[in-house]
């Protein structure tokens, strides 16, 4: 067992659990304590994932995405809607968010069709239209929540998992050029007004700072303020004085970075590139391509979730509703990344066993 991986989760969700506390000095809230018990249920999904031979979920990979299908569109018509949004289905003390879910099924599909379609001499356009269409589905569904931050979610987890396969020259030349046409299509076609309000915030922030720009401000005030080694626990100003939104969810590294400044931001991102460098090591070695694939999946889902929700609190990217793995609250964000942790210990003790 790679008891590196387990060590860096651990230590990433102790600071998170202890991050959240000091929004609670200031809320008067007990959400630390409600974020420890995720993280508790969390670590039992993580032991059921890693015990059962993850060979098992090549079989059932295609059940698993139909049901991740099924739960996206249903939400749609019955999910709870939370300011002009529907993402989550409505359990009373708890709530489930279906694109959290979806991003795991969407992994051991791709794995699983790479693994039955292998192409030594490299992968062509026709090839690949059936993974256009796995990944397609789920985020035109996402997209219609509207979730933006997600649908790219979706498709850059796809983009790496096929940055592990061998292209010929002409189709990645192809692939290129179709994305640089495709931004003014999303522009016109795709983009709502107000993620391009956050766009154009994010090329101005003086072009709406109390409206579309209020979150990004903030969030740069509370980062800058930090200075090197921050405020202390509990002396940030910008969560108790109400000034920083959702910061218990999307802003927790900027909370973060007031109260323990550039020395906390640059350990806890330290332990991140701990948990990516240890999942890639493991697809490293791994016995089979499926676990391979699965591996680089779940790398590829931790560091783009942490780059996104990172680049939005310091303005490097627009806001896009990206949680921080195990540091922002959230049942369904917390529980994805745990049984994906425990995909990667499953496929680390099973490297020598066939």
Known sequence: MDWSLLLAVVLIGLVGVYNLQSTSLSTGSNIHLKQFYWL???????????????????????ILYSLAVLLLALVLGIGKEVNGSRRWFDFGPVSLQPSEVAKLSIIAAL??????????????????????????????????????????????????????????????????????VMVPVGWRFILRDYQKDRILTLLDADVDRLGSGWHALQARVAVGSGGVLGKGHGLGTQVAGGFLPENHTDFVFANLAEEHGLVGCVCLLGLYMWLVVGALRVAGQARDKFGGHVAVGVAALIFWQVFMNVGMVLSLIPVTGVTLPLMSYGGSSILTVMVAIGLLVNISMRRTVF
């Open 40 to 62: 508790s249920f969390g670590t039992v999904m993580m032991v059921v994932a890693a015990s059962v031979d993850y060979r098992h979920l090549d079989r059932f990979s295609p």
């Open 111 to 180: 794995a699983s069709w790479f693994n039955r379609v292998p192409r030594p001499a490299g992968y062509t356009l026709r090839d690949l239209v059936p993974v256009a269409a796995l990944l397609g589905v789920p985020m035109f569904l996402i997209l219609q929540e509207p979730d933006l931050g997600h649908t790219l979610m979706v498709l850059f987890i796809g983009l790496s998992m096929l940055a592990y396969e061998k292209f010929d020259r002409r189709s990645l030349m192809i692939l290129v050029l179709t994305a640089v």
